[in-house]
């Protein structure tokens, strides 16, 4: 499969009271056409700025201080706002987190998603475009769409409106699909559903997704490979089969500990002590190693470097290095769902 996406050594900082803030601090990463890239790690960890920056959705205060953005061989790092307007939608495109501040609440459903069809081609008569919008709605499995067009959001329950929400980003038949943690706010049993929506329409379509989820428990069901982000930086990536089954990254072992799955009966559930720095003002060396019961002398003093594992893991972790001593995971290692 080609390169769809390359983003290579980014870096995002925001303009803040504080100083400097390294959101995104030096990521590289690919993704091939029709690949579900999971990136995952705790709140505040820079996985939603990094999607942003790839789509250019970011605020005044932010700035991309070096790196390149290369979608479908083209660099898009320099482009200007009127450039990237033509490109969202249909090249890449986003659902968002909350599908009720993603919806007008005073704005029928199908007009809203006429409205995506619309923008992106607008010669398409009123009957194409209404033929269209049904045709979006059974692809995200909202069930009687013609009835259903003229319903508000209000109408519809959590699940049912991040369907809409998906509709509306599908509207262009982008070739690259952002999800930001699309099932935060739904229960479980719904979870589920939109995760395999999402594998679905991926089949489908063929369309490459990046999905965002602070729960590596989530992204299990559909992810080809996932990313491990901290304080800014991917510490590591690999296959799912490699992140769930032979973790490198401490932190990764601490993610996969902290599964609600993994908690033995009459036990309480692992925490990763302490908590993420500051992207204002991050540590020198990794910035992991407070957090880290296994870190280095060194880990305090220098940032580690990505070590190759296979052609396809690899991990920032000095644990890693050949000088330093063999670590085994904790004990018990770790539940598989």
């Known amino acids: 499969m080609a390169?769809?996406?390359?983003?290579?050594?980014?870096?995002?900082?925001?303009?803040?009271a504080q100083g400097e803030a390294r959101a995104v601090r030096d990521v590289s990463f690919s993704l091939?056409?029709?690949?579900?890239?999971?990136?995952v790690g705790e709140s505040g960890c820079g996985k939603s700025v990094l999607c942003k920056s790839i789509l250019k959705l970011l605020?005044?205060?932010?700035?991309?201080?070096?790196g390149s953005i290369i979608v479908d061989g083209r660099d898009i790092t320099a482009c200007g706002e009127r450039e990237m307007r033509r490109l969202r939608g249909r090249l890449f495109s986003m659902i968002f987190q909350d599908p009720m501040t993603a919806l007008h609440p005073a704005v029928p459903i199908g007009k809203q998603i006429a409205e995506a069809v619309f923008a992106h081609e607008p010669r398409l008569s009123r009957a194409a475009v209404k033929q269209r919008v049904v045709e979006l709605m059974e692809l995200v499995g909202i069930e009687r769409p013609e009835e259903r067009c003229g319903m508000y959001p209000f109408h519809f329950s959590g699940g049912m409106r991040q369907r809409a929400v998906?509709?509306?980003?599908?509207?262009?038949?982008?070739?690259?699909?952002?999800?930001?943690?699309?099932?935060?706010?739904?229960d479980v049993t719904v979870q589920a559903q939109i995760l395999d929506l999402l594998r679905e329409i991926q089949k489908k379509l063929g369309t490459a997704t990046v999905l965002v989820s602070h729960d590596l428990g989530v992204v299990a069901r559909v992810a080809d490979r996932v990313a491990v982000m901290y304080a800014?930086?991917?510490?590591?990536?690999?296959?799912?089969?490699?992140?769930?089954?032979?973790?490198?990254?401490?932190?990764?072992?601490?993610?996969?500990?902290?599964?609600?799955?993994?908690?033995?009966?009459?036990?309480?559930?692992?925490?990763?002590p302490?908590?993420?720095?500051?992207?204002?003002?991050?540590?020198?060396?990794?910035?992991?190693?407070?957090?880290?019961?296994?870190?280095?002398?060194?880990?305090y003093e220098e940032e580690p470097p990505m070590f190759r594992i296979t052609d396809t893991h690899y991990a920032a972790t000095w644990l890693l290095d050949e000088r330093a001593p063999k670590i085994t995971p904790p004990a018990g290692g770790f539940c598989h769902e």
């Open 59 to 66: 605020p005044g205060t932010a700035r991309i201080k070096g």
């Open 32 to 39: 091939k056409a029709g690949e579900v890239l999971a990136i």
């Open 232 to 272: 800014g930086k991917i510490v590591e990536i690999g296959t799912a089969e490699e992140i769930y089954y032979d973790p490198r990254h401490p932190y990764t072992w601490g993610l996969l500990r902290a599964l609600p799955a993994c908690a033995k009966e009459g036990e309480p559930l692992y925490t990763i």
């Open 166 to 186: 998906m509709a509306i980003a599908l509207a262009a038949r982008p070739k690259i699909l952002f999800a930001d943690e699309p099932t935060t706010a739904l």
């Open 3 to 16: 390169e769809l996406l390359e983003v290579n050594h980014l870096s995002v900082s925001f303009d803040t």
């Open 274 to 299: 302490g908590m993420p720095p500051s992207p204002a003002d991050l540590p020198a060396g990794d910035a992991f190693a407070c957090r880290n019961e296994y870190a280095l002398a060194i880990d």
